[in-house]
């Protein structure tokens, strides 16, 4: 069987397969569904200074090809974040805390209370497209480029960057340019495509209540985006930056393409939401039966090596 085992920062991991930070990981409760789970780590919802309701409802809807959503980052503040780190341990897996302070300041203070606590590695989320009254910080490279030297300043954990997605070469360039000056250890992306709008024809009215009915899009809707997000950062950092690819990982094929493209790591949202918990070990089984098929052992033996039609 093939071994689909990987490393991020340092961190051996049984699988490359896990949930993504958003989907049904805001409470205790939740975490302890996905330990139990055959996720390889467990992501936390990211987390802001002081507790957040979100936005108002109907803020999430399931479509024909993946979900859009504007939660307006529920959560239950840090502080909980940490204490369920400590609680999550007896899982033996890497747990991951996502922060998403809404300042410069807030993100210092979390940061430096996460410094304490026995989270494995950070995923910085400074993409949110759904805060009401807040662009997307994740493009505004300046501001990232601020946001990182504090965080980083300040962190004695193992820090990467989720990013929004990207949609022109220039703006990979430009992203690539700030990300590189930092110690980032790995990158997420791509964040859910925001600001995308589903109509109901029938009610002639949007589906989800928040910005109007505008929100981000997940599933297999954006995962060719995310693929050439997952390739283009690969190529930049030419294969040093671990690459975690999320967006619409529904099967082992699709993870496949994802290690293909470069990624190191894949994570699981929308599908996690719709099929429950189980998908983790069935996109792994999937995973290791292509591999098998293709006479693939490790991910090392195909990870980037996309072929390109010359
Ligand atoms: C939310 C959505 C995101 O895409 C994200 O990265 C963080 C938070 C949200 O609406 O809760």
Redesign the pocket.
Known sequence: MASIATEICGISMETCVFNAA?PADVTLEELEVIGKSKSSAITMK?CTLEARE?NPEPRYRDLAFGSI??????NLGYRKYIEFVAALKKFGKPIIPSI?GLTRQDNEIIFEAFNDSEADFIEF?P????TIGKPTAGYDMQYVDELLTAALGISNKPVGI?LPPYFDFVHFEQAWKVLKKHDIKFISTI??VGNALVIDPEKEQTVIKPKGGFG?LGGQYIKPTALANVRKFYELSEGKTPIIGVGGVFTGVDAFEYILAGATAVQVGTAFLQHGPGVFERIQKELREYMDKKGYETLEDFRGKLKVIE
Not at 69 to 74: D, E, F, K
């Open positions: 958003g990211s979100g959503n504007s939660m307006g980052l529920p998403s989320n993409g949110s497209p759904n989720k964040n859910s981000g």
